[in-house]
Nanobody
Framework: QVQLVESGGGGGGLVQAGGSLSLSCAAS????????MGWYRQPPGKQRELVAT???????NYADSVKGRFTISRDNAKNTVYLQMNSLKPEDTAVYYC?????????????????WGQGTQVTVSS
């Protein structure tokens, strides 16, 4: 199986507006390789939404609401994706989830599976 373990939020994920916070997410388990990795968030009372994604080649995509403030990156050797969040706003308050499309062996050969992290709370106070 594959696990995505997030860190950087939770109890340490409380920050004042204008501040910065860094999240990381490490994938472990039976991994052949990883295609796209990304971060999504779910604000209170709202649906989960895209924050940013990064391909295995390093191409990135951002939600308009975070462009210029957040930076996504990854370390393929460590199967880890990062999210550097600067100039945080109260509206960035949400549970942040990492996402990974993982290639791994199955009974049918190498197949792609989508995994989610457990989620980590980020709270930005005004």
């Amino acid at each position: 199986q594959v696990q995505l373990v997030e860190s950087g939020g939770g109890g340490g994920g409380l920050v004042q507006a204008g501040g910065s916070l860094s999240l990381s997410c490490a994938a472990s388990g039976s991994i052949f390789s990883i295609n796209d990795m990304g971060w999504y968030r779910q604000p209170p009372g709202k649906q989960r939404e895209l924050v940013a994604t990064v391909t295995s080649g390093g191409s990135t995509n951002y939600a308009d609401s975070v462009k210029g403030r957040f930076t996504i990156s990854r370390d393929n050797a460590k199967n880890t994706v990062y999210l550097q969040m600067n100039s945080l706003k109260p509206e960035d308050t949400a549970v942040y989830y990492c996402s990974a499309y993982v290639l791994r062996n199955s009974d049918y050969g190498v197949r792609e599976y989508h995994y989610w992290g457990q989620g980590t709370q980020v709270t930005v106070s005004s």
